[in-house]
């Protein structure tokens, strides 16, 4: 029996999906509808569209986990709700709503009161974060400030209980320089930065990158834990299916800067929808077997995108006529939905 005939396939408006996309009742913290980013040509027509027409919420206490391989636009969605583009790209559509905000319609002094402060956000390159010849504890006592009406010995208890929180000697860590510390500290003392604003949202765009397996677990572990206890919302961006897997609540996997499947993530790891996200979940499953299988690979060249329609059906095994115009997003079961035209001759999984 084909895995997708028994569930009910609708197609949704925006608004529809919006809504029912999340179990959770709460207000969303941020809900991004129909954003497309594009390279700036020398007039409208001549943009390139990078990211088409992302939609998903992110609501208090949840962890939406952005999937994707390299290129697919992950990392400009983040850059685009941090009000971060460079110069050359722009939001050419859509919006951007952080708790009721329409944040492209900000200017970029109100983007600044926002970001770093009820948007918090981690990076792969954390040492950039820090100004390498000033200690880390005087460091995180200005950033305070400049947010927030605190006096300094008020700023230094704040921070030296934030340290404590992320598991860092507090007061080691608080009088060393930057390059005095490991990667994984260096991170923890980011996170100690993020949280300590008491934010709605931290976007973590492939924090743990550049860590070794152990302290990267480590690191996305304490998030993890520390995001229960503040109830904040976290986007985490992530190439690395297993992370993402393990922690997100729901997840959305890009390709080709479009979302092609979204949904609890239990339910898209339990019965993936999309060709792409069935042949991620094959590669991930090889690395996970004792003995290792045969190599699970996801056919053509990586980063092929099809300049019309189904950006996947270049390399989709499953790919026909319907696959040249752009798929519309149809909801299978709760709130998982998936952009593809073959769901229904799909076989299996
Ligand atoms: N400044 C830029 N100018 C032109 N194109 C860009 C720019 N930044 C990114 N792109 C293109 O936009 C697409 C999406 O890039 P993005 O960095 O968001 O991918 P990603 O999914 O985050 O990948 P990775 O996991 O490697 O970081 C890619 O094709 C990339 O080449």
Redesign the pocket.
Same mark, same amino acid.
Request: neutral net charge; glycine residues 20%.
């Given at each position: 029996m084909p895995a997708v005939m028994d569930l009910k396939i609708q197609n949704l408006t925006n608004k529809d999906s919006q809504q029912k996309v999340s179990g959770l009742q709460s207000i969303p913290v941020l809900e991004i509808k129909d954003l497309s980013i594009s @390279?700036r040509g020398a007039n409208r027509q001549e943009d390139h569209t @990078?990211?088409k027409k992302l939609n998903f919420t992110i609501r208090p206490g949840e962890m939406l986990g952005l999937a /994707?391989e &390299? /290129? !697919?636009?992950? &990392? *400009?969605?983040a850059s685009a709700i941090l009000g971060l583009l460079?110069k !050359? *790209?722009h939001v050419s559509e859509g919006q951007i709503e952080f708790r009721g905000k329409n944040l492209t319609r900000l200017s970029e002094k109100e983007m600044r009161c926002i970001r770093g402060k009820e948007i918090a956000y981690l990076f792969q390159n954390y040492q950039g974060s820090f100004t390498p010849f000033i200690k880390i504890g005087k460091q995180l006592i200005e950033s305070l400030r400049s947010h927030e009406k605190i006096r300094k010995a008020d700023a230094r208890k704040k921070v030296l209980f934030w340290l404590e929180r992320v598991q860092v000697p507090a007061e080691r860590i608080f009088s060393s320089y930057p390059h005095q510390l490991s990667g994984g500290q260096l991170q923890r003392v980011s996170l100690a930065a993020a949280l300590m604003f008491n934010p709605s949202l931290i976007i973590a765009d492939?924090p743990t990158t550049a860590l070794d397996v152990l302290t990267s677990k480590k690191i996305l572990d304490l998030l993890a834990d520390l995001q229960k206890e503040v109830g904040c919302a976290i986007l985490l961006?992530s190439?690395d299916l297993k992370h993402l897997l393990k922690r997100a609540n729901s997840m959305a996997v890009?390709y080709g /800067?479009q979302i092609i499947e979204k949904g609890l993530t239990e339910n898209i790891e339990t019965n993936p929808l999309h060709p792409y996200t069935k042949l991620l979940l094959r590669a991930r499953s090889v690395l996970t077997q004792t003995v290792p299988g045969k190599l699970a690979v996801i056919p053509g060249e990586p980063g092929l995108v099809a300049k019309q329609g189904c950006s996947f059906t270049l390399r989709c095994t499953k790919s026909s006529e319907k696959c040249s115009m752009v798929p519309e997003m149809q909801l299978a079961e709760d709130s998982h939905c998936t952009a593809c035209h073959n769901l229904e001759t799909e076989e299996g999984n």
């Open positions: @390279l @990078l990211v /994707g &390299s /290129g !697919s636009g992950k &990392s *400009l969605t460079p !050359s *790209l492939e961006i190439h890009m /800067g």
